[in-house]
């Protein structure tokens, strides 16, 4: 039996939890150009979303949500009334992450598909897993009426 590094285990773990990959780009995300276009659209969101919040600078999807604070801050962005992210600090990933899932969950309806352990037992969190989680938040917040799309 092939030995699976940690990587492909957080998601192969998402794969198996959710009974298989979401079938195509985010709701109203779908551009001609294809899935880069998607993941650059998505990464710009939530680039936009999180300016300004400190020792948050997203600019890609796997070490810049390294600390859990872009998590939170993306969070915070729509649910201001949900924590104080002003006493959120770097150095406390598992309560960042925590924080942040918790309140994904509860407020936007957001399926748990990462684990706060896996995210702090990996000093990079993988791009693929980061990516999917922003992708099921972003429909979730689309589905309340939080995110406005263009209709075609």
Same mark, same amino acid.
């Given at each position: 039996?092939? *030995?699976?590094? =940690?990587?492909?285990?957080? *998601?192969?773990?998402?794969?198996?939890?959710? $009974?298989?990959?979401?079938?195509?780009?985010?709701?109203?995300? *779908?551009? %001609? $150009?294809?899935?880069?276009?998607? &993941?650059?659209?998505?990464?710009?969101?939530?680039?936009?979303?999180? *300016?300004?919040?400190?020792?948050?600078?997203?600019?890609?999807?796997?070490? =810049?949500? $390294? =600390? $859990? !604070?872009?998590?939170?801050? !993306?969070?915070? %962005?729509?649910?201001?009334?949900?924590?104080?992210?002003?006493? !959120?600090?770097? =150095?406390?990933? +598992?309560?960042?992450?925590?924080?942040?899932?918790?309140?994904? /969950? /509860?407020?936007?309806?957001?399926?748990?598909?990462?684990?706060? /352990?896996?995210?702090? +037992?990996?000093?990079?969190?993988?791009?693929?897993?980061?990516?999917?989680?922003?992708?099921? !938040?972003? +429909?979730?917040?689309?589905? @309340?009426?939080?995110? @406005?799309?263009? &209709?075609?």
């Amino acid at each position: 039996r092939p *030995r699976v590094g =940690s990587r492909a285990q957080g *998601r192969c773990a998402i794969l198996e939890k959710f $009974g298989g990959a979401a079938k195509g780009p985010a709701p109203h995300l *779908r551009r %001609s $150009g294809g899935a880069a276009t998607v &993941k650059t659209m998505l990464l710009e969101w939530c680039r936009a979303r999180t *300016r300004g919040y400190a020792h948050v600078d997203v600019q890609n999807f796997s070490g =810049s949500w $390294g =600390s $859990g !604070l872009a998590f939170c801050a !993306l969070l915070h %962005s729509f649910f201001p009334d949900a924590f104080d992210f002003a006493t !959120l600090e770097p =150095s406390a990933r +598992r309560e960042n992450f925590a924080l942040a899932f918790a309140t994904a /969950e /509860e407020r936007a309806g957001c399926a748990p598909l990462l684990e706060v /352990e896996d995210m702090v +037992r990996l000093p990079v969190p993988d791009a693929k897993c980061v990516y999917t989680y922003v992708q099921e !938040l972003y +429909r979730c917040l689309v589905a @309340k009426g939080l995110v @406005k799309t263009k &209709k075609r």
